[in-house]
């Protein structure tokens, strides 16, 4: 399984890839946003193991994949279907590494991503969430043509014990029709 876009390749986690992802994955800067394994390289490649592991799988929830540009991982995004329990909807998230951030490539990432969702995963909706405090995140998603349904949910995160602000923007699968008809 493999999605090309105009400028970039995405692709399932796999095995050999520990190294790149934990370029990004390793950035507190970046992940205190995120839940990654991001406090050892062991960890990453726990994450890299399991999320390959998972690819193979019948019962596969969540679709993680690595962003590449140029031969070169620069992220990572995945379409989640955990939080649904009659798997209806899938969640999506992405990152990148801050050396190729304002580029464009998180918007291109989950463009595809959404895509991919709605042609492949048999559901109606797709959420996505993002921290008030990561505006490039929440433009990515009003760029995906998703609209926020909640700009006032909050989550606190494990490792530092902040809660912040919470956006969810989502977009059915209809709306997402539209949007690619026009």
């Not at 799988?57 to 690595?66: I, T």
Request: some cysteine; charged content about 30%; glycine content about 6%.
């Amino acid at each position: 399984m493999e999605i090309k876009t105009e400028r970039l390749l995405l692709r399932p986690v796999q095995l050999g890839d520990e190294k790149q992802i934990h370029e990004y994955a390793g950035d507190r800067e970046i992940t205190m946003m995120f839940w990654l394994p991001n406090d050892t390289f062991e960890e990453t490649c726990d994450f890299v193991k399991r999320n390959a592991e998972e690819w193979n799988s019948p019962d596969q929830l969540d679709y993680e994949f690595v962003i590449i540009h140029d031969g070169r991982i620069i992220g990572g995004c995945d379409a989640d279907l955990s939080h649904s329990d009659d798997r209806s909807y899938a969640t999506l998230g992405w990152i990148i590494n801050k050396e190729f951030r304002n580029r464009g490539f998180a918007s291109e990432a989950a463009e595809a991503l959404l895509n991919f969702a709605f042609e492949n995963l048999s559901i109606d909706k797709v959420y996505a969430q993002c921290d008030t405090e990561n505006p490039a995140s929440f433009k990515v998603m009003m760029n995906i043509g998703m609209i926020c349904v909640n700009d006032k949910g909050t989550r606190t995160y494990p490792k530092t014990g902040k809660t912040s602000g919470e956006y969810t923007c989502m977009i059915t699968k209809e709306e997402w029709s539209i949007k690619r008809k026009a």
